[in-house]
């Protein structure tokens, strides 16, 4: 009797669940089971992988072994990511990258593109490395974690990192907006870390834009499929830059990824029904 009892409400929660992850409205089950699957699945394949690291840890090329299997899980979700001018990304050269920052999902579009840049060490915040174990895999496959509090610890291992760089010819991915932009209609003011690096190492920054995630949004429990465009602009130079014209700097690079933004922002808006849910900021 409780057998059967126990067997009917299994099956009722899993139809319930089933029924919930096929609709495309505000869902708040559908919103929380996909981010912690995203989660859930990227810790199990770093629990399995980190031992293989310890074979050359730290070692960006690690990275590469991992992504091949992680980038998969887009599918799952049932997300198109489209690059374009890749080729700019492919050159063999130290360079710093910097896009804009939306959701944890930045990763999952660095996962679908690490592959065309090649040798590849992200950036992250310290805090994150304590997420094992997909915090301990990501440090034994090159992600540098800095300590955002600390910003003479910061900059030391920044400079170390700088170094490397450009000796292994290596691109290292940071946000310069510091935080995840809630805000779609425009990019938020980007901190100087990033061109501080560039131009310490005289190596171009390579600006990259990600079209807003218009599937998502936080307020309203909304986690649809969809498609994001991933432009890659012309490398901006650095040779014969100093620390002064850091500002001058930022203040370029800040106004064309702008331009890109809302270019691509319309395009990806465009294309979509007129009744389709979603809201500019969320």
Same mark, same amino acid.
């Given at each position: 009797?409780?057998?059967?009892?126990?067997?009917?409400?299994?099956?009722?929660?899993?139809?319930?669940?089933? %029924?919930? #992850?096929?609709? !495309?409205?505000?869902?708040? *089950? $559908?919103?929380?089971?996909?981010?912690? &699957? +995203?989660?859930?699945?990227?810790?199990?394949?770093?629990?399995?992988?980190?031992?293989?690291?310890?074979?050359?840890?730290?070692?960006?090329?690690?990275?590469?072994?991992?992504?091949?299997?992680?980038?998969?899980?887009?599918?799952?979700?049932?997300?198109?990511?489209?690059?374009?001018?890749?080729?700019?990304?492919?050159?063999?050269?130290?360079?710093?990258?910097?896009?804009?920052?939306?959701?944890?999902?930045?990763?999952?579009?660095?996962?679908?593109?690490?592959?065309?840049?090649?040798?590849?060490?992200?950036?992250?915040?310290?805090?994150?490395?304590?997420?094992?174990?997909?915090?301990?895999?990501?440090?034994?496959?090159?992600?540098?974690?800095?300590?955002?509090?600390?910003?003479?610890?910061?900059? %030391?291992? #920044?400079?170390? !990192?700088?170094?490397?760089? *450009? $000796?292994?010819?290596?691109?290292?991915? &940071? +946000?310069?907006?510091?935080?995840?932009?809630?805000?779609?209609?425009?990019?938020?003011?980007?901190?100087?870390?990033?061109?501080?690096?560039?131009?310490?190492?005289?190596?171009?920054?390579?600006?990259?834009?990600?079209?807003?995630?218009?599937?998502?949004?936080?307020?309203?429990?909304?986690?649809?499929?969809?498609?994001?465009?991933?432009?890659?602009?012309?490398?901006?130079?650095?040779?014969?830059?100093?620390?002064?014209?850091?500002?001058?700097?930022?203040?370029?690079?800040?106004?064309?990824?702008?331009?890109?933004?809302?270019?691509?922002?319309?395009?990806?808006?465009?294309?979509?029904?007129?009744?389709?849910?979603?809201?500019?900021?969320?």
């Amino acid at each position: 009797m409780w057998y059967k009892i126990f067997i009917f409400t299994i099956v009722c929660v899993f139809t319930y669940i089933l %029924k919930k #992850l096929h609709d !495309t409205g505000p869902n708040r *089950v $559908k919103f929380y089971f996909n981010f912690f &699957l +995203f989660y859930f699945l990227s810790s199990m394949l770093a629990a399995v992988i980190w031992p293989y690291f310890l074979l050359s840890p730290k070692n960006v090329r690690n990275a590469k072994i991992a992504v091949r299997l992680l980038k998969h899980i887009t599918k799952l979700y049932d997300l198109k990511w489209h690059l374009r001018d890749g080729k700019i990304l492919a050159e063999d050269r130290g360079a710093v990258i910097i896009s804009n920052h939306q959701s944890s999902l930045d990763i999952l579009g660095m996962f679908n593109i690490w592959e065309v840049v090649d040798k590849l060490a992200a950036i992250a915040k310290k805090e994150l490395f304590y997420v094992w174990p997909f915090g301990l895999s990501a440090y034994l496959a090159g992600v540098v974690y800095i300590d955002r509090r600390n910003a003479k610890g910061a900059y %030391k291992q #920044l400079k170390i !990192t700088s170094e490397v760089m *450009v $000796k292994n010819k290596t691109k290292i991915w &940071l +946000f310069p907006e510091g935080t995840r932009n809630k805000d779609y209609t425009k990019l938020q003011p980007f901190k100087k870390g990033a061109f501080n690096i560039a131009v310490a190492a005289q190596v171009p920054i390579i600006p990259v834009v990600f079209s807003p995630y218009y599937f998502i949004n936080k307020e309203k429990y909304i986690f649809n499929k969809g498609h994001v465009i991933i432009q890659c602009l012309e490398p901006v130079p650095t040779v014969g830059l100093t620390m002064e014209d850091v500002p001058d700097l930022i203040d370029r690079v800040h106004q064309k990824m702008s331009v890109a933004y809302q270019e691509i922002s319309k395009e990806v808006f465009s294309s979509l029904p007129a009744d389709y849910p979603v809201t500019l900021v969320g």
